[in-house]
């Protein structure tokens, strides 16, 4: 039985998950089914799906009916400062992924499989420190039942969001990150990373097939580079919320490689829509990566001034904070790790978007400014955030507000 498989059994049965037959019939819809809409890219992605087509989008949503999944897709515009969807273009389909064939065909009168002509997957569980055996509840079965939907009913175009937790370093090309479809497991890769890199191998089984596969890998996510709308669940943010509240950062020089969200959001969708995509995988992410550290010196550039601390003392002071405030933001800051590479080590290769950056006039490099705008917007919304650095980001003598209590903490 596969429940009682070790962990690299488990990963090994599940590429070979059942994924149905291809119809030779081509659908002939071109609206978009969107996943994941309700979370932070999600949220994104949506608007920009509006932007940049004329057509309908579908949105899956965990909810009990058409009412309450509008609903959340409302909530999260609202939080991240976007624009309300558009009711007479964004369709919510109440459901779980994991039924994805009979919330297909209950809804309405079945018409997403007559006007679907492309999905974008974005819905996914991202909690990093969870097994495999856990996360591909939500990750790779319902990617599994989402394929089979699809390629029973002739649609042919998928574009996958993944990570780069599922990219493998390759030995043979300086142990670089490469923009490529097949990639290594990597060994060092935790639940979260392995769950995304089988979903990969799922869709290279269907490329196979004839379908036309698209897969982008974000890197960090920060704030919108015009909003400053944050994640209040990023541990990115969670460090640097630390290390103000503590006013000291640590000394750590490992790469990190990151885009703000606005612009990630915009590629996918602009390059999701382009024929030239299919078969190719894209690497979301600035072409230079950023120290914790560097990021920190940009903080001080817009007047947030800390001290650097070996990272051992670093630690140990956030977490007498946090053991003294209670402030769960210090405790996860203080115990989880993030994962970058080692100084001057395993560059991650993000060209395949350059094209497009270019034509759109857009930079993904982080600045100081956008990551004070990051901060400030948890400030104004979350009152754990706010508790630990309100008073330093006010700006010209005005209070940072926001209602009490408010956040994904308590």
């Known amino acids: 039985m596969i429940e009682l498989a070790e962990p690299g059994d488990l990963i090994d049965e599940d590429q070979r998950l059942p994924l149905g037959s291809v119809v030779p019939t081509v659908a002939r819809g071109n609206d978009i089914l969107l996943t994941g809409a309700t979370g932070y890219l999600g949220a994104f992605l ?18 009990g009916d058409e009412a309450a999944a509008m609903a959340r897709l409302r909530a999260a515009a609202g939080r991240f400062l976007l624009p309300r969807p558009d009711d007479r273009r964004v369709h919510a389909v109440p459901g779980d992924l994991r039924d994805i064939a009979e919330v297909a065909a209950l809804f309405g009168d079945g018409e997403l499989g007559r006007r679907i002509g ?39 175009d998928f574009s ?17 990150y490469l923009e490529t479809l097949a990639q290594p497991l990597d060994p060092e890769a935790d639940g979260y990373g392995a769950a995304k890199w089988v979903c990969e191998r799922l869709l290279g089984r269907a490329e196979q097939d004839g379908m ?42 490992r790469t990190l490689v990151m885009a ?19 078969g190719r995988a894209y690497h979301l992410a600035a072409e230079r990566g950023i120290s914790l550290r560097a990021l920190f010196t940009l903080l001080e550039s817009t007047g947030l001034t800390t001290e650097p601390l070996p990272p ?19 405790a996860a800051a ?16 993000a060209a395949g978007w350059q094209p497009w950056l270019h034509r759109s006039g857009l930079d993904p490099r982080v600045t100081g400014e956008a990551l004070r705008r990051g901060i400030e917007y948890l400030a104004s919304r979350d009152g754990l955030a706010r508790d630990l650095v309100g008073h330093l980001v006010t700006r010209d003598g005005e209070h940072v507000e926001g209602e009490q209590g408010e956040g994904a903490y308590s």
């Open 118 to 156: 492309h999905i974008v997957h974005c819905a996914t569980r991202v909690v990093f420190g969870e097994p495999y055996r856990t996360l591909r509840e939500d990750n790779v079965l319902p990617t599994a039942d989402l394929l089979a939907w699809a390629r029973g009913h002739g649609i042919r």
């Open 212 to 253: 036309r596969i698209r897969v982008f890998r974000p890197g960090l996510l920060m704030a919108s580079s015009t909003t400053g709308a944050s994640n209040d669940k990023d541990l990115m943010y969670f460090k640097l919320l630390a290390g103000l509240a503590i006013g000291a950062h640590p000394r750590d020089d």
């Open 260 to 278: 703000p969200v606005d612009m990630v959001a915009m590629a996918i969708a602009g390059l999701a829509l382009s024929p030239g995509s299919a």
């Open 160 to 176: 996958y969001v993944s990570s780069l937790t599922a990219a493998g370093p390759a030995v043979w090309a300086g142990n670089r």
């Open 334 to 349: 203080a115990l989880l790790d993030l994962q970058g590479l080692a100084e001057g080590d395993g560059a991650v290769e």
């Open 312 to 330: 051992p003392q670093w630690q140990q002071r956030v977490r007498e904070l946090a053991v003294k405030t209670r402030n769960p933001i210090l």
């Open 46 to 63: 949506l608007h920009e799906l509006l932007e940049q087509t004329t057509g309908r989008v579908y949105c899956v949503v965990r909810a």
